[in-house]
């Protein structure tokens, strides 16, 4: 696989995912369990759904980052691929999991016998806490991508049209899923996400054509696409949330479809320019670029810290609940990114959040990361 320049950039919109990933579960216990009829709802609301982005930005990213890499005309050796890909997030994964289940065990009084099993039962789907199922996804992914690659290489149609491919490719399995396998969890499987692969493919092979000396500009359109998409989507979730049944099926089930994909797709898009005109502003630049190198290891942290304030801080007082959520998720941001930070600088960096500065530092080069 043929090695090019790191697009630094990209580090800004890791930031902003892992912020996402962060507020999405800030506001899942208010928007959960706060009553509908209270004055802030629809805020944690809004912030909770405009932030679903999140991880079909990980994965967009992830694609970019690989087929910007791959060269299609090099012959590569993908059994390195899958070792240096796999071993950098089964290991942290392995680790988080047994940690989570461990926790989770001591603090519900669940037996060890019971905790095995369900851990054991668990992991291959990401089931030892709610966020680990995003490794299980990545995993998926990178077991496909060499034969992904090959598909580009191969075959002219869908070098040439990879939204449109990948677009039929997400219809395809909606309706089979929802017509014929009836799959009630589909989250861990990759072909839910299969249009932000090859999204990334595409917005790879732009960012190839792209002089490194161009200014970027702002591009109004897709603001107004952005913001169109983001308001039809929280719109269409908050008529599910009011009237569950506000239309009949399938008219329901495919509406949600595609202000999903769509919402999420043109997000991945607009955030890549947005990062760009964003690289050049040195304040916001080296905060959020520390946060995007860091977002691996806050992804595995930050829910220990919410747990922790949400069963030893939180109080149910009405304006103590609205300022303590806020400042539980900040206190988790900052712990996981400070932890974060410091072992990246230690020899289990690579064991416990994928990467290890220590063990680059004799190290030539700039590797681009193909994950968070």
């Not at 806490?129 to 290489?153: S, V």
């Not at 002219?156 to 491919?165: A, E, T």
Request: aromatic share 18%; charged share 10%; proline share 4%.
């Amino acid at each position: 696989m043929a090695q090019k320049l790191r697009i630094t950039y990209l580090d800004l919109l890791r930031g902003i995912a892992i912020l996402a990933v962060v507020t999405i579960h800030v506001t899942s216990y208010p928007v959960a369990f706060l009553s509908t009829d209270s004055t802030v709802y629809p805020l944690y609301f809004i912030l909770n759904t405009a932030s679903q982005f999140a991880v079909p930005a990980f994965l967009f990213l992830s694609s970019l980052v690989l087929f910007y890499r791959n060269d299609s005309g090099v012959q590569s050796n993908w059994l390195l691929f899958y070792w240096k890909r796999l071993r950098r997030i089964l290991l942290p994964y392995l680790f988080w999991s047994v940690y989570y289940s461990t926790y989770l065990s001591y603090i519900l009084h669940i037996s060890f016998s019971d905790g095995l099993r369900k851990f054991l039962e668990g992991l291959p789907l990401g089931g030892s806490y709610d966020h680990l199922y995003f490794m299980i996804i990545i995993a998926q992914f990178y077991l496909l991508f060499p034969f992904l690659a090959l598909l580009f290489q191969k075959v002219g149609q869908v070098r040439r049209h990879p939204i449109f491919v990948g677009a039929l490719l997400q219809i395809a399995f909606y309706l089979l899923n929802y017509y014929v396998l009836h799959m009630h969890k589909t989250g861990t499987f990759v072909l839910t996400y299969v249009v932000y692969f090859f999204l990334g493919a595409y917005m790879a092979e732009r960012l190839k054509g792209v002089p490194s000396h161009e200014t970027p500009k702002w591009n109004y359109r897709w603001i107004a696409l952005f913001l169109g998409s983001a308001v039809l989507f929280i719109v269409q979730k908050w008529l599910q949330l009011a009237s569950p049944h506000w239309i009949r099926q399938p008219f329901l089930s495919n509406i949600n479809f595609i202000t999903d994909y769509a919402y999420c797709s043109i997000a991945c898009v607009f955030l890549v320019q947005l990062v760009r005109i964003l690289e050049g502003r040195p304040p916001l630049q080296k905060v959020m670029f520390s946060l995007g190198s860091c977002a691996f290891g806050i992804y595995f942290i930050h829910p220990y810290f919410l747990i922790l304030w949400r069963h030893f801080v939180m109080t149910s007082g009405p304006i103590a609940y609205h300022l303590l959520t806020w400042a539980g998720g900040a206190a988790a941001l900052a712990a996981s990114w400070l932890i974060t930070w410091l072992l990246m600088h230690t020899p289990l960096g690579v064991y416990l959040v994928g990467e290890s500065k220590w063990r680059a530092r004799n190290k030539r080069g700039v590797s681009q990361r193909g994950t968070m």
